[in-house]
């Protein structure tokens, strides 16, 4: 039987699935496994978390992607109920030919909505829509001890709250009940604007954050000296022109699965020096379908395989912004001198919106998310340094790219978690939970 796993393939513990296609196929998946004698399980989406919260400490979990009907959708209110394995790819293609779109996407759309909810994931649009649990209606839970619970703001209202952020550890999610956002095209109107240092991004994000609904921003992190912090700030808003089209579909597979990364020193610098210096002008004003703008990594399936065996590990962290600037420059100053880079290193101003997840990972301020291929030494030297950094700049880490926080900085970044513990479903635990919680 084929394993799972998580997206970063590190930590390697190879997940057997126990694959279920309807609700009440859950109740028996539960005795199953408690009958085989495994002490315990969780919920697996499509597995696009990086690090170990997706894994289940006894390494079986209840694969939940053939869970995948819409259940009700009104195009009158934009108000959708669909089963818990319905992907972000699959919900986009039936409502917006019909005028609504996803009020929050992270930058994939291959992921469930039970996944989406877990991590209360966040996207471009944080500082005006706040997470995907802020536009959650209801939930349909199954626990094993207790069954079948509805939850909603006005039901259930604690479970709901630990159920949104809550790392799949309350139950698992049958349904969601979503406000999806109205839209008049499927395309957007991107602007990208070049900056030349990390004070001009900041000075930039404050300026024009207002203006567009998306804002991202991409660093060249290899970049020393007076253009340390360097890149591009990303600003879109959903275009008024232009049909209510789906994206084609056609994407390309990452052909091998190499033994070793093919991401090093020299092909970092080569691809940050490239993607910076490919725009000329100054400021560039485009339209572009919802596609490209939201999900550009989606053109390359499995690309996740480009670190080879070894896998590779995300730093995510968010930074209040009294210290903001300082720790991001102290951030990106320690990753190049531990000869460290990253293809992809995204700047996002988070805002103050709080969500009803006990456990959300954005809080204001500004949030930065590096990618480095995995070694040994990365989580004694570096990480240890970053998160000395992060810990002291009263920041936190993103369960759901981390592999390595340790249960102190955890416990003292999300206080809440007692709570969360208090919650959990007795038959439900992570890999990262035990990592965090003991
Ligand atoms: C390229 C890429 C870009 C990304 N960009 C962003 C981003 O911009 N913002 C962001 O917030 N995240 C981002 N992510 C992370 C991703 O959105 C989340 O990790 C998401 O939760 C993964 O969903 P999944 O369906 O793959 O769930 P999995 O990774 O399989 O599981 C995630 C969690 O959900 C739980 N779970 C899944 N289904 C259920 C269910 N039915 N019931 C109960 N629990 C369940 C699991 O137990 C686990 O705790 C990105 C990931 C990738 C690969």
Not at 389 to 403: I, Q, S, T
């Amino acid at each position: 039987m084929p394993t799972l796993g998580s997206w970063g393939r590190y930590p390697h513990h190879p997940q057997t699935p126990h694959s279920v296609g309807w609700p009440f196929e859950i109740g028996n998946a539960f005795s199953r496994i408690q009958g085989a004698g495994v002490a315990s399980t969780l919920g697996y989406g499509c597995g696009r978390s990086y690090g170990d919260s997706c894994l289940a400490q006894s390494d079986h979990v209840i694969a939940l992607a053939g869970m995948d009907r819409v259940i009700a959708a009104d195009w009158q209110t934009g108000v959708v109920t669909v089963q818990a394995g319905v992907t972000l790819d699959g919900l986009i293609r039936i409502a917006l030919p019909n005028g609504w779109f996803l009020p929050v996407t992270p930058g994939t759309k291959f992921v469930t909505l039970g996944g989406a909810v877990a991590n209360d994931v966040h996207g471009k649009n944080h500082h005006v829509m706040g997470t995907f649990g802020r536009h959650v209606r209801r939930i349909v839970l199954h626990r094993s001890d207790k069954g079948v619970c509805d939850c909603s703001p006005a039901e259930n209202e604690e479970l709901f709250n630990a159920t949104v952020g809550g790392l799949g550890l309350t139950g698992i999610i049958l349904a969601v009940e979503l406000q999806l956002r109205a839209v008049r095209s499927s395309d957007i109107e991107q602007t990208c604007i070049k900056f030349g240092d990390l004070d001009e991004f900041f000075a930039l994000s404050s300026q024009q954050d207002s203006k567009y609904e998306y804002t991202v921003s991409w660093v060249d992190c290899l970049a020393g000296g007076k253009s340390a912090g360097r890149g591009h700030y990303i600003g879109g808003n959903h275009s008024a022109a232009g049909e209510l089209k789906v994206a084609d579909g056609h994407a390309k597979r990452m052909p091998v699965d190499p033994p070793f990364s093919l991401v090093n020193t020299l092909t970092l610098k080569a691809f940050n020096a490239l993607y910076y210096q490919r725009q000329v002008r100054k400021v560039v004003e485009t339209r572009v379908s919802y596609d490209p703008f939201f999900y550009p990594l989606d053109k390359l399936l499995l690309w996740n395989r480009m670190y080879g065996k070894a896998g590779f590990q995300q730093y995510q962290c968010v930074i209040p912004p009294e210290s903001g600037r300082d720790a991001v420059a102290a951030i990106l100053r320690e990753t190049s001198i531990n000869g460290a880079g990253s293809f992809l290193a995204v700047l996002k101003q988070c805002a103050d919106i709080k969500s009803p997840g006990l456990l959300s990972f954005p809080k204001a301020g500004v949030s930065l998310a590096l990618d480095f291929a995995q070694r040994d030494a990365l989580n004694t030297r570096l990480f240890a340094r970053l998160d000395a950094l992060v810990h002291e700049a009263g920041g936190r880490l993103y369960p759901a790219k981390d592999a390595h926080m340790s249960a102190h900085h955890f416990q003292s970044a999300y206080p809440a978690w007692a709570r969360l513990e208090s919650l959990r479903d007795p038959l439900l635990m992570s890999r990262f939970w035990r990592r965090v919680t003991s």
